[in-house]
C-alpha cells in the first residue's frame, strides 16, 4: 500500500540489531571510511539486514506495526455566514440628526474583523455616498466599520444589512 505517515504515529515493534547499537563508526576506527569517492544513493539490496558486513553500524532494519486510525472529528465545521452590508453615507442634517444631508462621495469604507482588525473587504462610496459589501464569515463573528479618512470606527451588529452613517457637517464637509 502506497501512501504516507506522520513519524510520532509509527511506533517500532522490534528493531533488528536492537535498540542498544551505537550509532556511527565503532570507537575503534573500524568503521568503513570515505575516501572522498562518491557513493551511491541507492541502499544496498540486503541493507541493515544484519547479513551484511559492509553495512554501516545504526542502518537497522526496523518492523512497524499499523496503528488503528484514528477517528474522524464529529463535529460538521460550521458554514460561513454571508454578510452585504449596504451603506449609506452623508453630513447630518442639524435639525433631524437621522436624515442625510450632503452624500459623501469617493471616501474609502473598510469592513474589518473586531478580534484583529484586519481589513475583511472594502469599497469607495459613490457619487451618492453609497456603497455595498458583501463578505463571508464564520458564524458569531464581530465586524467592525471603519472609515480612515474619517477618523470613524464603530461596530457592526450581527443582524444589520442597512448602515446609515451621518457624521457631522464638521468632519464630512459644508452644508
Known amino acids: 500500500m502506497l501512501g504516507w505517515m506522520w513519524g510520532p504515529s509509527l511506533k517500532a515493534v522490534e528493531v533488528a540489531g536492537g535498540l542498544n547499537t551505537p550509532a556511527g563508526p565503532t570507537p575503534t576506527g573500524t568503521g568503513p571510511v570515505n575516501s572522498g569517492a562518491a557513493t551511491s544513493a541507492t541502499p544496498a539490496a540486503n541493507a541493515g539486514s544484519g547479513n551484511d558486513p559492509t553495512a554501516v553500524p545504526g542502518n537497522r532494519a526496523a518492523t512497524i506495526e499499523q496503528l488503528d486510525p484514528e477517528p474522524l472529528a464529529a463535529d460538521t465545521p460550521e458554514r460561513p455566514v454571508a454578510r452585504a452590508l449596504r451603506i449609506e453615507l452623508c453630513t447630518a442634517v442639524p435639525k433631524d440628526q437621522r436624515a442625510c444631508g450632503t452624500p459623501l462621495a469617493s471616501l ?68
Open 108 to 175: 474609502r469604507v473598510e469592513i474589518r474583523l473586531a478580534a484583529t482588525l484586519a481589513v475583511q473587504v472594502q469599497g469607495v462610496t459613490d457619487a451618492e455616498g453609497k456603497v455595498t459589501l458583501s463578505t463571508s464569515v464564520p458564524s458569531g463573528t464581530r465586524l467592525v466599520l471603519s472609515i480612515p479618512a474619517l477618523g470613524v470606527q464603530t461596530d457592526i451588529a450581527n443582524d444589520a444589512t442597512e448602515l446609515p452613517v451621518r457624521v457631522p457637517a464638521t468632519l464630512g464637509g459644508s452644508q
